[in-house]
């Protein structure tokens, strides 16, 4: 089992930036990939950003590209997500995923682990 614990996000005014951690615990040494969903009122869940737990192999969704980018530290087991140019599409609950070899981050269906979510708002 894995367990995940995000931190970072909050409210921000559009043009703004947050940097969300996700720090990942538990049968760490199997994790394969990592990431981030988010899932905004009345939308479904949707993949934002997805890197290999030891790193490489960045994924970001065409609508964050060259704003948010995707980061980690395997020896702190900590996911990243710095988020610029914020607008308030990029409203919603942010979660951290995690896969273990074998499996993926495709789609919400294929997320074995997922954190508590934290909540972003942009708004001015």
């Known amino acids: 089992q894995v367990q995940l614990v995000e931190s970072g996000g909050g409210s921000v005014q559009p043009g703004g930036s947050l940097r969300l951690s996700c720090v990942a615990s538990g049968d760490t040494y199997n994790l394969s990939r990592m990431g981030w969903f988010r899932q905004a009122p009345g939308k479904e869940r949707e993949r934002v950003a997805t890197i290999n737990y030891r790193g490489g192999n960045a994924f970001h969704v065409a609508s964050v590209r060259g704003r948010f980018t995707i980061s980690v530290d395997t020896s702190k087991s900590t996911v990243y997500l710095q988020m610029n140019s914020l607008t308030p599409d990029d409203t919603a609950v942010y979660y951290c995923?995690?896969?273990?070899?074998?499996?993926?981050?495709?789609?919400?269906?294929?997320?074995?682990?997922w954190g508590q979510g934290t909540q972003v708002t942009v708004s001015s």
């Open positions: 995923v995690a896969a273990p070899d074998g499996e993926n981050l495709y789609g919400p269906t294929d997320v074995p682990y």
